[in-house]
């Protein structure tokens, strides 16, 4: 399977970041995996920030929940994350990843830069 991010790599404080994961050589309906956003901020370790699964339940990082909404679009093999009201300390790499559960990541896209300034 391979995954590929996309989206817009200058957000403006305050705005929402929206990240699209496209997936390819494999459905994101398939049983039974989980499909993550997960991100590192420079100089710092990886946090996940919530996944999705192959039925389309959803599972968010506490400190992120009310910030996050991750969806999916099955016609496309895609899933999403929209992370509102950004600010510097969300500037990172975003990564999606698919893995066998909530907290494992087998299969990474190649990430992509997020920076929050305005």
């Known amino acids: 399977v391979q995954l590929q991010e996309s989206g817009p790599g200058l957000v403006k404080p305050s705005q929402t970041l929206s990240l699209t994961c496209t997936v390819s050589g494999g459905s994101i309906t398939t049983n039974y995996y989980f499909w993550s956003w997960i991100r590192q901020p420079p100089g710092k370790g990886l946090e996940w920030i919530g996944s999705i699964t192959y039925s389309g339940s959803t599972y968010y990082s506490p400190s992120l929940k009310s910030r996050t909404s991750i969806s999916r679009d099955t016609s496309n093999n895609q899933f999403s994350l929209q992370l509102g009201s950004v600010t510097p300390e969300d500037a990172a790499v975003y990564y999606c990843?698919?893995?066998?559960?909530?907290?494992?990541?087998?299969?990474w896209g190649q990430g992509t830069q997020v920076t929050v300034s305005s």
């Open positions: 990843t698919r893995g066998a559960s909530v907290d494992s990541f087998g299969s």
